[in-house]
Nanobody, 123 residues
């Protein structure tokens, strides 16, 4: 099991910046991917940005050039720096971690989520 605790978020004006942080505890040695997803009202949860343990990033086109995901494997943390925020970035942001375990020939994967933190971009 992995427990994810988020911090940050809040209300910001368009064009502003926010930073989200997430700390993992528990079976952190099995974490392979960490990052962020978000869910806006009436929409499905979507990927924002994730990083593998060796630094390979997966970033949504809608946030490229504005959001930066960073990860500290030693501290088991992942941050999301959000710049030039837009009203359409308004959503609940969820910290995400994927655990991989088991033998190489049959790797198992489990997904874990934080409780979510609200980000509202409005004038």
């Amino acid at each position: 099991q992995v427990h994810l605790v988020e911090s940050g978020g809040g209300l910001v004006q368009p064009g502003g910046s926010l930073r989200l942080s997430c700390a993992a505890s528990g079976r952190t040695r099995s974490i392979s991917v960490m990052g962020w997803h978000r869910q806006a009202p009436g929409k499905q949860r979507e990927l924002v940005a994730t990083l593998t343990t060796n630094g390979r990033a997966n970033v949504a086109d809608s946030v490229k050039g504005r959001f930066t995901v960073s990860r500290d494997n030693a501290r088991n943390t992942v941050d999301l720096q959000m710049n030039r925020l837009k009203p359409e970035d308004t959503a609940v942001y969820y910290c995400y971690a994927e655990l991989q375990y088991g033998p190489v020939e049959r790797v198992m994967r489990d997904d874990y989520w934080g409780q979510g933190t609200q980000v509202t971009v409005s004038a």
